[in-house]
């Protein structure tokens, strides 16, 4: 009787969807598989923040309490401060600082974006190759990458035939 008790009150407290990073997650998840969702994590990231915050890995997503969340927040807001190891993180040496940071969701694409924006501006061989829609990291080209490269279609077009002169009714 009690196991089924139980068992309700696990039911009333799952959650379908987990706000994470600005990002629903999967409540049916494994939570180490579910952050993997939000942009920038991988599996080993995900799995390190799971053993930072204290969580095994693979509780579902839809049974976490509220302060496993904030948990989870606080470990990926404040990296620093949980000691993550520099290997790790995704912008190691930034540009800008020189510091060891790791991007996701929306502030990733907005760093790869500047940093396209930044080899494009300096004129360097990657940024170069970024402008003219090539392959940047060496990649033949010869029988590859000729996709909608703005060289329009291929072939021979048929000319039109010419059109019959209307006939009178007076012959």
Sequence with gaps: ?????????????????VRIASTDLDGKK???????KIKGIGFMFSNMVCNLAGIDGSNKTGYLTDEQVK???????????????????????????GKDYHAF???????QENDIKRLKR???YIGIRHGMGLPVRGQRTKSNFRRNKGKGSL?????????????????
């Design 30 to 36: 494994h939570i180490s598989q579910a952050l993997t």
């Design 1 to 17: 009787m009690a196991e089924a008790k139980q068992a309700k009150e696990e039911k009333e407290n799952f959650r379908y969807f």
């Design 122 to 124: 300096i004129r360097s």
């Design 71 to 97: 948990k989870i927040d606080d470990v990926l807001g404040n990296l620093s401060k949980y000691n993550v190891p520099s290997w790790m993180m995704n912008r190691r040496k930034n540009y800008e600082d």
């Design 155 to 171: 072939g021979v077009k048929k000319k039109e035939a010419p059109k019959a002169a209307p006939k009178s009714g007076k012959e």
């Design 105 to 111: 969701t929306g502030d990733l694409g907005f760093a």
